[in-house]
């Protein structure tokens, strides 16, 4: 229940909907956009918030899903149903297209079985009736018109009109011809008059050609015969084309009777068409305002973490503003919120925020807050903002305001959320705060759910003072004397009337006369809370830059610890295999002096068989010495100059350098022309290059001097000219040519039309300007490159 029903405009809901029609691909997406309601059973709506997300995760994520036409095949089917009607051509191509798209989803989700539950829960038990679109691809062709050899009646038909037509035309030539050489002829051709083709006669000869006169010149100096011998084959072809027409109707009712069973499937796939645009739509926004899926609960409770207006976000957006996020709790423990502050402070859109995402959540919306966010459901919404005066019902501002407390007091319960701005205004604050501390009173005994905004003093120690209520404020700079947008909750908040009205520029002596005229004890209230405003910013500011220095003494201490045990580890490694080298070395070095004592003694200590086992046994001591690295010394590479051969470093290709760019080399290999860094070349002399490469690259080099960027293609045939023109294209583009000048002539400019589009597809050409008037004008199309 929403009590106004003009809530959904005040909160910002229905501006939410219209944004979501704007994504919408079809009209039946829309029209479901506009029947969205606050909803209040808790498994419809975490269906249709999975639903979006799921989908949201599709876009953001997966491979497109293949939904390329939307249709209306539902007032199709309807149309279908009907004994005796028939669909035509372009219906039933709006069928077959809308049957392809369903099909092609049904198969995408398919290939990703139980990824996306919730959305494959949409054609669960769908059948996939291919046999609707078979029937229909027998009778209409991709271009939504029907086959000419339907049937061999229509086929027979079709051959005649061709023949007929064909005869008719070849009829009124010869006679135009005989016309044209007795000169009583007009100027021009041949021409169509009341769908017939005519013949333009001067009108003094108009008795000299039997026939039929359609039309004449506005001068009347020309008139438009048919002749008498095409008159008879044109009727020919009007009856053939009426039958034509009745052997279609035929065919189209057929098939539509074939199709009539179909119909309840038919309405079923316009059903799954129309949800997956409107579920698009949806993830669609929630893309725009960068919303998540937030906890839900089936509690009248909820849990705001840095949770942002959607309609503000969209307009900071557009600005490259930032959003002050909110973060807000309403709970068993913390039932009401009353929210004070300074005007212009944000209370009224804390309030709003909370309201539209609270609706937009149990509308089945994402929400632009943290996915941490917890949402309950709750079964009434009762919001009193602005102005609801009524000169018809006779209702002043403050009478409607009470009006609408007797009906939040006598319906809300404890599943209610209220939303009240500027509690008890309108009338004397003297009798106005008692009559709004009562209502609180009232609705708090209730076990209401709710956020009031109030800048009176008498609410704020109520809500101290009561068990469920709690004060909150927005935060203020009563140094800059700049709102910071931030709700903190504990704490009421002052209205900062007198400071605010010192900035804007109010005369001395007249804010010293207001100091004078309220009581001490609210002077000091106030003064109370501007210093605790004030007091608690400075522990905001030193708590944000001890939890800053702290996560970076947190960041240091584990990179710290990680160092350390990276190092650790690898010692302890590097230690291992140390010492299983040297005890590996040990143990052959035992066994070679082992050895070598033992031959000495075989060969009774023989000095040459002594002196060569020393040095054996030396060798195997240089083999196990560490030898110090000396630095390689980098090779000189002889100075490279155009005309120089050279190879790449990491292949065989051998080219020869054109030009040399700081750091650059350019390189001739055949035609092909490549830039390499001067550190990947290789100098090589002329002789270790092959006689074929250099023979290459002297043809080539041949042919660049006698290529010209012009070509003349006029009198060619479109095919024959483009493809002497991509040829032309191919060598510009090797050779490095900055333009090319294409003759194409004048005429009625298809092959200058035909060009350009060829010209266009290739990203390698800049633009296309047509030759000076003088010289040639359009009749001569240069192509500048990149």
Known sequence: MLYPKNSIDKLGFTEVKELIKAHCLSEMGQAMVDKIQVMADYGQIHKFLSQANEFKNILQNDAPLPIHHFFDIKSLANKAKVEGAFLNEEEFYKVQASLSTVFAVIAYFNEREGQYPNLEALFEHLPIEKAIIRKIEQVIDAKGKIKPNVSRELEDITTGIAKAEQEARKKIDQVFKNAAASSWTADGSLTIRDGRLCIPLLAENKRKLKGFVHDESASGQTVYIEPEEVFTLNNRIRDLEFERRREIVKILTHLTTELRPYVPLLLSYHGLLTKMDFVRAKALFAIDIEAAMPQVVNEPVFKLVNARHPLLYLSFKKEHKTVVPLNVQIDEGMRIIVVSGPNAGGKSVCMKTVGLLQMMVQAGL?????????????????????????????????????????????????????????????????????IAEAVLESLNHKKVRGMVTTHYSNLKIFSGNTDGIENASMLFNNVQMQPLYILEVGKPGSSYAFEIAQKIGLPQNVLNLAKNKISSGQKSVDTLLVGLEREKREILDTRVKLDRQQRQVDNLLAENEKLKNYLEENKKQLIREAKEQAKNIILDANKLVENTISQIKSSNADKEKTRTLRENLTREVEKNTAQAETPKRAEAIDELKPGDWVKLADSETVGQVM????????????????????????????????????????????????????????????????????RLFDRALMMGFGNLKILHGKGDGILRKMIRQYLKKYDQVDRMEDEHADRGGDGITYVYLK
């Open 366 to 434: 994402l929400i632009p807050a943290d996915e941490a966010s917890t949402i309950g459901v709750f079964k009434q919404f009762f919001v009193d903002i602005g102005d609801d005066q009524s000169i018809e019902s006779d209702l002043s501002t403050y009478s409607a305001h009470l009006s609408k407390m007797k009906t939040f007091v006598e319906q809300a319960n404890g599943r209610s959320l209220i939303l009240i701005d500027e509690f008890g205004t309108g009338t004397d604050p003297q009798f106005g705060g008692p």
């Open 659 to 726: 030009e040399i760019a700081r750091d650059n080399v350019i390189i001739a290999i055949g035609d092909l022309r490549t830039v390499a860094k001067m550190k990947r070349v290789q100098k090589v002399s002329k002789a270790a290059v092959p006689k074929d490469v250099r023979r290459n690259l002297t043809t080539s080099t041949g042919d660049m001097s006698s290529f010209s960027p012009e070509i003349d293609v006029r009198g060619m045939r479109t095919e024959d000219a483009l493809a002497a023109i991509e």
